[in-house]
């Protein structure tokens, strides 16, 4: 039977399980899970070698505790971390001001550099939002409404305040009283209820990253006076001109609240104190030399396009130019319950400056060699409905049980086929605690792989942390964690089987190497 096949005939089935594992999997406040006496920290803590790398991703799958609130109380003030990349590419950070009576008011400051030191111009949005559900196909999110009363912009420098002149007189001309002509650090309206049109669409601009959120509490180094408050909004689409019409499926980076933030957090004290005539301008900063060696790995469970949660490890051979990826993805959004898991293996070139994102090192990576193995009953299942060998050896798969697909030429399943080439971006920075932090380039929002030089990206992931300078033992730390991962993956089975089964459904139409 065809894969098309397979989903015409079973999908509404699918979707019925699905919708019916919400309510069984529902969990509000995640802890540690010391109970379980196979936990990951009993199979790899004790090992010598990495133990660092380990010990964090130990404690995202057994240790983090986090506390989401559904629905979402996002009454205050939340704001940016750092300067932000979005695609295009453009440098921002965000103030945003949710109030009791569901109005909002939000301020996205504009910059001509990558550390958010030179402003060039600041959007003022108000409006009106509403929360709705909790969204059935990003689980843990909320869906939610929103509705535009004024959009203004703030020049910030002459000739900042010309150029957007002449880009507003392209589509927007006589809207704005005859051609516009707009005045350093004055407020200009791009939008309100009175106009007949839109002048903000010659930016590209749209808020829909309100349509999908979600709110995170925990308290850092389990210190009771130390209560971080996370908001995540949807996801911008990786094509400037599709925002318009782009509703989130996953996330951006995370606004903190003000009063509740991250102590170290610099940026976060510097835009509190900002409003459009006084933009926040953040500490400058050197960019950093892209060095890919060593261990990286996630500091938090990561949520891809289309219900896809993966914590990843990352090892770079500089010596011989080799890297490793180890993909091992969920069917939750705190990361307990695997579904599958990916490890990929290759070559990378030397890094080249980027000519178009300011801070970024272009690099092209390829992908020679790939083993899978299925966590869960529904993924084995789903792999094992596939004719042929396009994917292992057909019928074979088992829960837990590790397939190299190099000789099949990859995973026709996952929509992954061997040798590939992907042309990534990545840039790296120190945060406030003299943690080496590793961007690379974010994943586009149609599914589909960098493997040609004009899709490459302008905007980032979340970044993973450097936990080990060596790439010593990557081989055999792989196999420890995905035995811990094997032996884990026995319990709350109909979870895995209601949410796994949505995420091979899902995962066959991205290409998840570097993901």
């Known amino acids: 039977m065809s894969f098309s096949a397979f989903l015409g005939t079973h999908v509404s089935l699918f979707l019925i399980i699905i919708i019916n594992g919400i309510g069984e999997c529902t969990l509000l406040h995640y802890a540690d899970s010391r109970s379980n006496p196979l936990s990951l920290e009993k199979n790899v803590g004790r090992l010598p070698k990495d133990f660092q790398c380990h010990h964090m991703l130990k404690h995202l799958h057994n240790g983090a505790r986090i506390t989401v609130q559904m629905p979402p109380n996002i009454e205050g003030h939340w704001v940016s971390t750092s300067c932000e990349v979005r695609p295009g590419p453009e440098f921002i950070t965000r103030l945003y001001k949710f109030y009791n009576n569901h109005t909002f008011k939000a301020y996205q400051f504009y910059y001509k550099d990558n550390h958010c030191t030179t402003p060039t111009y600041t959007l003022v949005i108000r409006g009106k939002l509403r929360l ?40 927007c001309r006589g809207v704005m009283g005859g051609e516009a002509s707009l005045e350093p650090n004055v407020s200009s309206d791009l939008w309100n209820e009175d106009m007949g049109c839109d002048c903000s669409r010659a930016l590209n601009f749209a808020m829909h990253e309100l349509q999908l959120m979600r709110v995170e509490k925990q308290y850092l180094h389990h210190n009771l006076d130390h209560l971080v408050e996370e908001l995540f909004l949807g996801d911008i689409h990786t094509e400037p001109a599709q925002r318009m019409y782009y509703r989130p499926s996953s996330y951006q980076a995370a606004l903190q609240n003000a009063k509740n933030h991250d102590h170290t957090c610099i940026a976060c004290r510097i835009i509190y104190r900002s409003d459009e005539h006084h933009p926040p301008i953040l500490p400058p900063k050197a960019d950093l030399t892209i060095g890919l060696h060593g261990q990286w790995v996630s500091q938090r469970c990561e949520v891809r396009p289309e219900v896809l949660f993966l914590t990843r490890h990352f090892v770079f051979h500089d010596k011989n130019n080799t890297w490793e990826g180890n993909y091992y993805h969920y069917s939750d959004p705190i990361c307990k319950h695997p579904t599958f898991t990916i490890y990929a293996k290759g070559r990378y070139s030397r890094g080249v400056h980027s000519n178009k994102v300011m801070g970024g090192t272009e690099f092209v990576f390829k992908v020679n060699h790939m083993r899978v193995t299925p966590m869960d009953v529904a993924t084995a299942s789903l792999l094992n409905v596939f004719n042929g060998n396009e994917c292992g050896q ?22 992954i086929r061997l040798p590939h080439t992907e ?69 709350d089975t109909n979870c895995h089987i209601h949410w796994g089964t949505l995420s091979v459904l899902t995962m066959v139409y991205l290409l998840l190497f570097l993901s």
């Not at 869906?143 to 010309?162: F, G, M, P, T, W």
């Not at 920075?429 to 994943?443: F, I």
């Open 394 to 415: 057909e019928g074979s798969w088992q829960v837990g049980a590790e397939q190299d697909v190099t000789h099949t030429n990859g995973c026709v399943a996952l929509g």
């Open 423 to 491: 042309y990534e971006l990545f840039r790296m920075e120190k945060d406030a605690r003299g943690r080496y932090l590793l961007y690379n380039g974010q994943r586009p929002s149609d599914g589909s792989s960098p493997d040609r030089p004009e899709k490459r990206a302008t905007s980032f992931q979340t970044p993973l942390c450097q936990c080990s300078s060596t790439s010593q033992g990557s081989e055999r730390s792989s196999y420890e964690i995905d035995r811990a991962h094997r032996i884990n993956s026995g319990s």
């Open 132 to 171: 709705r559900q909790a969204s059935w196909i990003i689980r843990g999110g909320t869906e939610a409404d929103y509705q535009l009363h004024r959009i203004q912009i703030i020049c910030h420098s002459e000739l900042v305040a010309k150029e957007m002149s002449q880009r507003l007189n392209r589509s």
